[in-house]
Nanobody, 123 residues
Framework: QVQLVESGGGLVQAGGSLRLSCAAS????????MGWFRQAPGKEREFVAR????????YYTDSVKGRFTISRGNGKNTVNLQMNSLKPEDTAVYSC????????????????WGQGTQVTVSS
């Protein structure tokens, strides 16, 4: 099993920045990719970004390209999501996820999930 703990959510004004972090523990050798998803009230969960553990290839949903950056943290099993130029429509609960597969973007391919952290962007 892999445990994921997110941190860094909060309230920010439109145009501002936030940095989310996710720390993985447990059977981390099984991880080949980590990603971020978000779910706004009344909406389905949406893929945001993913990074492969080997090689570091990244992939983003179109709505965050150029504004969000996913990266591995200084800790061996951490992943960060730097969110710049935030918009009110970015408001959601953001969840970290880990996959035993690489190059994935669908939630069904992610095996482990964090509890989520709230991001609220005010206009």
């Amino acid at each position: 099993q892999v445990q994921l703990v997110e941190s860094g959510g909060g309230l920010v004004q439109a145009g501002g920045s936030l940095r989310l972090s996710c720390a993985a523990s447990g059977r981390t050798l099984s991880i080949n990719a980590m990603g971020w998803f978000r779910q706004a009230p009344g909406k389905e969960r949406e893929f945001v970004a993913r990074i492969n553990w080997s090689g570091g290839a990244t992939y983003y949903t179109d709505s965050v390209k150029g504004r969000f950056t996913i990266s591995r943290g200084n800790g061996k099993n951490t992943v960060n999501l730097q969110m710049n130029s935030l918009k009110p429509e970015d408001t959601a609960v953001y969840s970290c996820a880990a996959s035993r597969s690489a190059d994935v973007a669908s939630a069904r391919w992610f095996d482990y999930w964090g509890q989520g952290t709230q991001v609220t962007v005010s206009s």
